[in-house]
């Protein structure tokens, strides 16, 4: 039974893997039924255990699989975002934002200067909400000059595709999703999981 299992664990992993490989940013539960539909990204924490094949395989599916050997647990419906946009009735998961519809973007403003190694993995947005990029660095830089210690005069801030000059007291927004350096961190091992 293990082998038939490894197998059809195989077998699911490359499907997935195809899937992110074309583009697949979207995973959709509830696509068979009508208002229940909820687009999902790849790294939400819901995911994981519909996601991770080898999870997903729970020891009542084995049990399942003994009496009926054509028995597979659902498959996790993977889409690109032009894809789930054509879903009718879709929801996004309040939980990962998926940014499907480009519904608004719930951002939290500061000053450049009060940026932290906390911001590092949040998206940075511009002030109608665009998605600027995943900081990845922030520097802070101080003139010599400056008769207070604690004054930031400029912030270079580095994100996944753009590095950005602000000044110290420049108002920046940073997208107010405290899971998204996690969210990232479950995409990139989802990935690596199924070897995409």
């Known amino acids: 039974m293990d082998r038939i299992v490894r197998q059809l664990v195989a077998g699911e992993n490359e499907i997935i893997r195809a899937s992110l490989e074309r583009g697949a940013t979207v995973m959709i539960t509830g696509l068979d039924v009508p208002g229940k539909r909820v687009?999902?990204?790849i790294g939400c924490p819901s995911s994981d255990r519909i996601l991770d094949r080898t999870a997903a395989w729970t020891p009542q599916f084995w049990e399942r699989l003994l009496a009926d050997r054509d028995f597979q647990p659902r498959m996790p419906h993977l889409?690109?975002?032009e894809e789930a946009r054509r879903v009718t009735g879709l929801v996004?998961?309040?939980a990962c934002k998926p940014q499907i519809f480009d519904e608004p973007v719930s951002t939290r403003e500061l000053r450049a200067k009060n940026l932290k190694t906390h911001h590092i993995g949040l998206p940075?947005?511009?002030e109608h909400g665009a998605d600027l990029g995943v900081i990845?660095?922030?520097d802070l830089h101080k003139d010599a000059r400056t008769a207070q210690p604690w004054d930031i005069d400029n912030v270079t801030v580095t994100t996944?595709?753009?590095?950005i000059e602000f000044a110290g007291k420049d108002v920046v927004r940073v997208?107010?999703?405290p899971n998204a350096t996690k969210m990232a961190e479950r995409e990139q091992r989802i990935r690596a999981l199924v070897g995409a």
């Open 175 to 177: 997208w107010d999703s």
């Open 160 to 163: 996944d595709n753009q590095v």
């Open 39 to 41: 687009a999902h990204r």
């Open 136 to 138: 990845s660095a922030i």
């Open 124 to 126: 940075l947005s511009d």
């Open 79 to 81: 889409q690109t975002r």
């Open 92 to 94: 996004s998961c309040g």
